[in-house]
């Protein structure tokens, strides 16, 4: 059984930076893509980013590109979503998710398309 554990979140200000972490467990995370999630109330969930089993290739989605990096470190069995310059529509709860293809290169861009979660992160970003 995968267990997906996110961390890092909290209050800042616009303007602040934050480094969610999601430490994975049960499987060798290192050889499956995953991506990040968020979701605000009220509204659907939202891709924020992925990243390929290898780590070697990225994609953000539009509304955080040059703001939010994702990243993975295989030793450890834990991805990272580095945000920066932290904005109030920014605030919402933030999800990792894990999908069960192996050694796939293949961004997924669509919540359905993941096979493991994570509980969420909430970030508030407010003034």
């Known amino acids: 059984q995968v267990q997906l554990v996110e961390s890092g979140g909290g209050l800042v200000q616009p303007g602040d930076s934050l480094r969610l972490s999601c430490a994975a467990s049960?499987?060798?995370?290192?050889?499956?893509?995953m991506g990040w999630f968020r979701q605000a109330p009220g509204k659907e969930r939202e891709f924020v980013g992925a990243i390929n089993w290898s780590g070697t290739s990225t994609y953000h989605a539009e509304s955080v590109k040059g703001r939010f990096t994702i990243s993975r470190d295989g030793a450890k069995n834990t991805g990272y979503l580095q945000m920066n310059n932290l904005k109030p529509e920014d605030t919402a709860l933030y999800y990792c998710a894990m999908k069960n293809a192996y050694r796939s290169g293949t961004h997924y861009f669509r919540s359905y398309e993941y096979t493991y979660w994570g509980q969420g992160t909430q970030v508030t970003v407010a003034s």
């Open positions: 049960g499987r060798t995370f290192s050889n499956y893509p």
